[in-house]
């Protein structure tokens, strides 16, 4: 009877900690490892196509400006105060490749990309050198589409500048749509999930039934099996 009781309850403990081993487990494969793993550094002679949705690192030099701004809401005690500038796109040009790509950066670098901005174009009004160095972006390589597609084309043919049949897309500080604050957060529940599975597993060894059966005959002497 004991052997069935521990047999019930190991095999209990054991579908429970294989349900949090998987959800971890997709939970940080999702994000975590990339983040884990670092970004690979998008040389020039690799092809795009063959990058995609991987976590790169990538230097803009040549950024031809902004062309969609996202602002976020503020709240304070739950109640909106405003709006604030969450991010900014560019357009950049790809020398090496010959293309314009499509970077997002957050809040606090959009003064940096303004200035490159400034040195990249007062270098193509004075024939005077271009920018030898740039700012270094990391986020995982996407097709650009949607609506941000749609304010990238507007951009594109109002400059006259030819649209790539695919778009490629970096947001500085992103793991596909997740910040790097919500990277590290998904990568602490599937760390908490997987230390709680350890628990399980190593109280369940300790404490098996049939210690916790002998305990209670021991404080109940009157009570047999």
Same mark, same amino acid.
């Given at each position: 009877m004991i052997n069935k009781l521990q047999m019930k309850e190991l095999t209990s403990i054991l579908l429970f900690v294989v349900i949090l081993g998987v959800i971890s487990g997709v939970l940080f494969s999702q994000v975590g490892l990339s983040a884990l793993m670092g970004s690979v550094p998008l040389e020039a002679?690799? /092809? #795009? /196509?063959?990058?995609e &949705?991987? !976590? +790169?690192? !990538? @230097? +803009? #030099? !040549?950024? #031809? &400006?902004?062309?969609? @701004?996202? /602002?976020k809401t503020t709240k304070v005690n739950g109640v909106s105060t405003g709006t604030?500038?969450?991010?900014?796109?560019? $357009?950049? +040009?790809? @020398?090496? %490749? &010959? =293309?314009?790509l499509s970077v997002l950066v957050p809040? %606090?670098?959009c003064g940096e990309m303004e200035e490159l901005c400034d040195r990249f174009y007062d270098a193509l009004e004075n024939d005077a050198q271009m920018p030898a160095e740039g700012i270094v972006v990391q986020g995982s390589l996407e097709r650009l589409e949607g609506e941000d597609l749609h304010y990238y084309e507007r951009a594109m043919r109002s400059a006259e500048l030819p649209i790539e049949d695919v778009v490629y897309h970096i947001g500085d500080g992103r793991i596909g749509k997740n910040t790097m604050s919500n990277v590290y957060g998904i990568s602490g529940i599937a760390l908490a999930m997987a230390v709680l599975a350890l628990i399980l597993i =190593?109280?369940?060894?300790?404490?098996? $039934? %049939?210690k916790r059966v002998n305990r209670y005959l021991a404080a109940n002497p009157d009570v047999t099996l």
């Open positions: 002679d690799m /092809e #795009l /196509e063959d990058m &949705g991987k !976590y +790169v690192s !990538y @230097e +803009v #030099l !040549y950024p #031809l &400006g902004e062309y969609m @701004e996202t /602002e604030k500038k969450e991010s900014s796109s560019y $357009v950049v +040009v790809d @020398e090496d %490749r &010959g =293309i314009c809040a %606090r670098k =190593i109280s369940t060894m300790k404490d098996p $039934v %049939r």
